[in-house]
């Protein structure tokens, strides 16, 4: 899709039917969105934005396809790296560490554990929830698509790993805070590569693209989809728990 074809939806005008703040505020977006009744909607990351233009096709000619895949594919190149050279010196800092978790109070160190847990998971597993027909068609793009998703499962598990132990191995309390604070910024790498190196008709373009997920054609053809939804909040406290308390175990 080239930055030429993308629609302008209406002016916004305010109730009294003036333009906001005295300025006209247009919509770009690519069709209607589909909003499905458990739509997931990618993160706007490095690594999301690689993932979407692996799934949709895009027509257009050769120097635009370059102009918008180029630069999203190196700035998930760059996120990856950034965050597999991070965990991978981590894990030589708790190499050299004897600390245990004898210091600082347990339920401060729950609490920063727990934060940056559930920080690394709300950012990685939206990408595993894709439903099938979000799938591109075209059999090498799924393959690009899984090609992406192996990696990035790589770096999940090693900052759930390399970052509870270096969370868990602080001497203090304020430590503990510093840690978390550390590994939130190694969590959000992708995000800062995406504001920097994405331009914004291309950001225009991703943020505008229809939810991954389930949508109503699901729902009627696979009821269990129903159970899932009533399930998953209450599975996803439950596994929270189990890695919270394996993590524990592990390292202290």
């Not at 333009?19 to 690594?47: H, M, R, T, W």
């Not at 978790?101 to 894709?130: I, K, M, N, P």
Request: proline content about 4%; glycine content about 8%.
């Amino acid at each position: 899709m080239e930055p030429s074809q993308v629609k302008k939806a209406p002016v916004v005008v305010d109730d009294s039917g003036q333009v906001p703040d005295g300025e006209e505020f247009q919509i770009d977006s690519c069709g209607e969105k589909e909003v499905g009744c458990s739509a997931i909607g990618l993160p706007g990351n490095a690594y999301s934005a690689a993932m979407v233009v692996s799934l949709v096709s895009f027509d257009g000619s050769i120097a635009s396809k370059l102009i918008y895949f180029i630069p999203l594919y190196l700035g998930a190149v760059i996120a990856l790296l950034c965050q597999g050279g991070t965990s991978y010196g981590i894990w030589l800092v708790i190499g050299e560490s004897d600390r245990g978790c004898e210091e600082g109070d347990v339920w401060v160190r729950l609490a920063c554990l727990t934060v940056f847990h559930a920080s690394v998971v709300d950012a990685h597993t939206s990408f595993l929830q894709v439903s099938d027909t979000a799938f591109a068609k075209v059999l090498e793009e799924f393959a690009l698509y899984a090609l992406l998703l192996i990696p990035k499962v790589v770096i999940f598990v090693l900052l759930l790993y390399c970052g509870a132990g270096y969370v868990l191995h602080a001497n203090s309390n304020e430590d503990l805070v510093l840690n978390s604070v550390a590994m939130l910024f190694v969590v959000d790498i992708p995000d800062i590569v995406y504001a920097f190196t994405t331009t914004s008709d291309v950001k225009a373009t991703i943020d505008n693209m229809p939810p991954l997920g389930f949508f109503e054609e699901d729902l009627v053809s696979n009821p269990e989809v129903y159970y899932f939804e009533a399930l998953y909040p209450l599975c996803s406290f439950v596994v929270a728990g189990g890695v919270l308390s394996g993590m524990f175990g592990i390292w202290c």
